[in-house]
């Protein structure tokens, strides 16, 4: 009797046992329910700055006006309250749909989208930045909050295939040391952008090509680019400091089409050019497809304003050299991201800024 | 066996204890000069010295300060004993000690000196001191060398957030006892003026993990100044960056791979 009694017991026990590491395996696996972030080598890596992600105006006027340890100190009291959305915000929302998207198709692939945060920050202000991650459940797992050192030596550490930051002395460092970058603006208003497709604009001089055209506008004039181009229509273009990204971009596309997901594909480009289709276009598409590279659609704008052509395309983001057309879209709305490079930062439209070391021409340089 | 330095001689009840091997700090290149080649560690000792001179700006008065004990272990190098102690003169570093001793018994030096920290560049003598309680670090060319003019303390946070299962191994409680008197050197000093850097770097799992680290070490009055979350990224081109001093994995410094 007592055998009987005993051995059911020990079935009771085992069955409990095992009911129980069950539950744990359960348990464990629901922790574990974020996938894993992939290789830096597999992926495109995106680092973004605090103050893109999150809006920060009034912490950085009490850095500005009381200093660091009044700073933190704020951030520390406020630790639980989530910071507001920034600037590169429904960029990086964009990014997680198509690391979704992907990983439907692919799900053993690396090649994803990894996005890093890389801040100046000291690691106390982690602390509410990290909070403000898990509020909006954003897929960001990696990070560097340097307490002041500067980035550039991370960026490339994580190898990183674009960087956003608020600051432009940084980015363009970075852009010094060949890494894609862009001073991000907070749009002056907010309008409605789509959430089942990412959406990059960027411009083509001094962008996704070299500024070699840039610098004949403002030396020679418009008429002396448009012959310039015509008679190097079949020379590439140097490629610019955003060509990269949109190398990397293109390739995941292609993921997208392999699957036969052509007309959902979750990317979509733009160039967005001051460039005329009919005088100087031809040298840009013949660039572009020398470099094995597809641009979605390519807007010719022949001088006219970006900002109502941006309204209608509403990117994620929008890249450009030069800053009065960062100002103009930012007006109408678009999150516009400023890359400075080229001879585009030496003038404030057509006037110079600083005086160049050649002679001085004739012509007025006419605006582009 | 110890030598005393009487002019440097720190208050035992407050100073925190670090030992380092000569081998770690004038590399054992046999010179035919009077005074040994700077090694490896130079730079780290001119760093616990320039936290020192700072504490000792601020309150002249201070006795949370580092006292260094010179250790030897290299047969070699202990034949040359005045060597070392007019090589520290030279290079003005401030050693309070100098010990001799043997492979076998120099734990049992470190655990009569009281010192709570162990530098050394020979894995062995880390892990041995470390079994016996000794918090120590290993140290390498990506640390250790670092010219920084602060003092960068990097915490291995994986190690920080173990749960604690079963009784603390005395190599732990080590660890917590030292990075204690760390952030209490921290708080001598505003987030601008410091001396005295401390990093995080956590490896495996992802952003939450560093979170717990880091308000695991705020409970042990540890200010993290910079945080790494690596979630399984390589570490060598970020450590490379970083460059700390030395590593701490509450337990055993020096990441295994």
Redesign the interface.
Known sequence: MSEIKDSSAKAEESRTEKDWKEAKAAFDNLKST?P??P??QNAVTIAVSSRTLFSMVWERKVFKEE???KY?AHHMDHEDEPLKPGAAFPFVKALMNVNSRLRELYPDSEELFDIVLMTNN???V??RL??S??HYDLA????????G?SPI??L???MTNLYLSTDSKKVKEAIEEGIAAATMFLPEKEIALSDTQLKVAFDGDAVLFSDESEIIVKQHGLDALFEHEKQFENKPLAQGPLKCFLEALGKLQRKFYAKNERLNCPIRTYLVTARSAASSGARVLKTLRSWGLEIDEALFLAGAPKGPLLLKIRPHIFFDDQMFHIEGAKEMGTISAHVPYGIGQKYNKSKLIEQPEQPAKKESPKKI | MCWFSFSLQKDADHAVVIAVTSRAVFGSGADDDEVYGEGLAFPLLQALQRVNEHLLMNNPAELLLFDIVLLTTDSQQQQQSPRIISSTRHYGLEVGRFCFSSEEDFVENLLKNNVQLFLSTDRNEASQATQRGVLSALLDHQTASCPSEQLKVLFFGDAVIQPDTGPTPPSRQAARSFSAQLGEMQRRFTMSDSPLSIGLVTWRGGRDSCADALHTLRSRGVRVDEAYCLAEAPWGPILSVFRPHFLLSDGFGGLEG
Not at chain 1, 140 to 147: D, L, N, P, Q, S
Request: proline letters at 6%.
């Open positions: 974020k894993r972030p290789k830096p200093g660091v340890e933190v000291h690691a106390q982690g602390v990290i909070n991650i898990n960001i797992e990696r990070f560097c909050m340097t307490g050192q030596g991370y490339k550490a994580y």
